[in-house]
């Protein structure tokens, strides 16, 4: 089955430094990677859609100059979470699709941020 | 826009026993998808089972089925035989397609069901 990897797992960084989270799809190529963010015991939110060589479009609220996303090639996304704050500490979770039929189907496996 | 609500924010289980989770969503589109995705302790998100909205016949996968209701807009989720393994919180989701499918899935609040041993 598809495979998604994620990593880190889980990261700690000091308050106005940046950091990148990978999202790796290991045995397919992924036309489109989602982006969310879970805080404790809530629900997914969705914060971006990558389409690879075109720009994320971000949801509504999201700060696209804090939550930079890369989507370069079709295996890969990134997403960088510039200068840091404590605020910012959430878990974050990739997914990934081939095809507009493949959309919700795999998920990586997470990165918790903390930022201290 | 799309809403989904899970009214139960807890629930337990008997091993074994049979549990429904409830979940209902608010759309005016006639083309989407359901989901149920389970996340365990380890947070992986998996997805449990998937319901095409133009298909009447209600999706089972092994032990889970769905009861699925387009006029009530109702989506619940059926464990059958539930197992320690079960344990996770589930999230139904809602998914619009069409001309305007961009893959955007619409989480509930979740639930998070314990089976007991």
């Known amino acids: 089955g598809a495979v998604v990897s994620q990593h880190p797992s889980w990261v700690i960084c000091k308050s106005g430094t940046s950091v990148k989270i990978e999202c790796r799809s290991l045995?397919?190529?992924?036309?489109?990677m989602f982006w969310y963010r879970q805080f404790p015991k809530q629900s997914l939110m969705l914060m971006a859609t990558s389409n690879e060589g075109s720009k994320a479009t971000y949801e509504q609220g999201v700060e696209k100059d804090k939550f930079l996303i890369n989507h370069a090639s079709l295996t890969l996304s990134t997403l960088t979470v510039t200068s840091a704050h404590p605020e910012d500490s959430s878990f974050y979770i990739c997914?990934?699709?081939?095809?507009?039929?493949?959309?919700?189907?795999?998920f990586g496996s997470g990165t918790r941020l903390t930022v201290v | 826009a799309q809403t989904v609500t899970q009214s139960q924010p807890e629930m337990s289980v008997q091993e074994a026993e049979t549990v429904t989770l409830s979940c209902t969503y608010d759309?005016?589109?006639?083309?989407?998808?359901l989901f149920w995705y389970k996340q365990p302790p380890s947070r992986q998100m998996i997805l449990v089972i998937r319901q095409e909205a133009y298909k009447q016949q209600n999706a089972t996968e092994n032990r889970f089925s769905v009861n699925f209701q387009k006029a009530a807009k109702s989506f619940s989720l059926k464990i059958s035989d539930s197992q320690l393994g079960d344990t996770a919180m589930y999230f139904c989701a809602f998914m619009k397609l069409g001309s305007g499918n961009t893959g955007k899935l619409i989480f509930g609040q979740g639930t998070t069901l314990q089976v007991k041993p």
């Open positions: 997914s990934a699709a081939r095809d507009r039929e493949d959309y919700g189907y795999t």
């Open positions: 045995d397919f190529q992924a036309t489109t």
């Open positions: 759309t005016s589109e006639n083309n989407y998808y």
